[in-house]
C-alpha cells in the first residue's frame, strides 16, 4: 500500500515541476539547462541534469533563436513567445519548394527549428508532420492536402513569404 503513496508523491512532484519550469520559460528568456536549474533551485527545486532533460523533451521544448540570447526555450503554444518569434523568423524564411506529398522550406543557418515550431503547435490540418534540421525543413503533406488551405495558414504564421 505505501508502494502507491511514494508513487502519487512523485508524481505530484513533477507535475509541479513541470509547472514551475513552464512558468520560467513563460516569463523568462532562459538559455541554457543551467540557467534553468538554477532558477528552480532558487525556488526551492532540486533537479539533475538529466531529469531537466527529460522533463524538457516530455514538455516538447524548442530551443529557437533569439537576438540578444542566442538561443532560448520555448513551450509549444507559448503565446508571447509564438508572437515575438514569428516576427523575429518570419525574414529568415528563404523560399519554399514543393515535390508531391513534400513541402521543403529552406531558412538560413540556424533557423529552422523555431520555425517548424509554429507550423508543429497551430496543427495545420494538411501537415502531417515536420523534421527539422539547421536550415531546411521538410513538410510531410496528407494525401490529397489543399495547397490553397496550406498556402493560407502558412501565410497567417509567416506573412512575408508571400513575397518568396
Do not use: W
Not at 107 to 112: E, F, L, N, V
Not at 135 to 151: H, Q
Request: hydrophobic share 40%.
Amino acid at each position: 500500500m505505501s508502494d502507491k503513496f511514494e508513487d502519487a508523491k512523485t508524481m505530484n512532484q513533477k507535475t509541479q515541476r513541470l509547472s514551475l519550469i513552464r512558468k520560467i520559460i513563460r516569463s523568462e528568456f532562459v538559455s541554457s539547462q543551467e540557467e534553468l536549474i538554477s532558477h528552480l533551485e532558487k525556488l526551492g527545486v532540486q533537479i539533475t541534469q538529466s531529469t531537466l532533460s527529460r522533463d524538457l523533451k516530455f514538455m516538447h521544448v524548442a530551443k529557437v533563436p533569439h537576438k540578444e540570447k542566442g538561443y532560448i526555450y520555448v513551450l509549444p503554444n507559448n503565446t508571447r513567445s509564438d508572437l515575438h518569434i514569428s516576427t523575429n523568423i518570419t525574414d529568415n524564411i528563404t523560399d519554399i519548394a514543393f515535390s508531391g506529398n513534400m513541402c521543403v522550406i529552406t531558412t538560413k543557418p540556424g533557423y529552422a527549428s523555431a520555425v517548424s515550431v509554429p507550423i508543429d503547435s497551430k496543427g495545420i490540418s494538411e501537415v502531417l508532420g515536420t523534421i527539422a534540421g539547421d536550415n531546411t525543413i521538410l513538410l510531410i503533406l496528407r494525401e490529397g492536402f489543399d495547397m490553397d488551405n496550406l498556402m493560407e495558414q502558412l501565410y497567417m504564421l509567416f506573412p512575408s513569404i508571400r513575397h518568396l
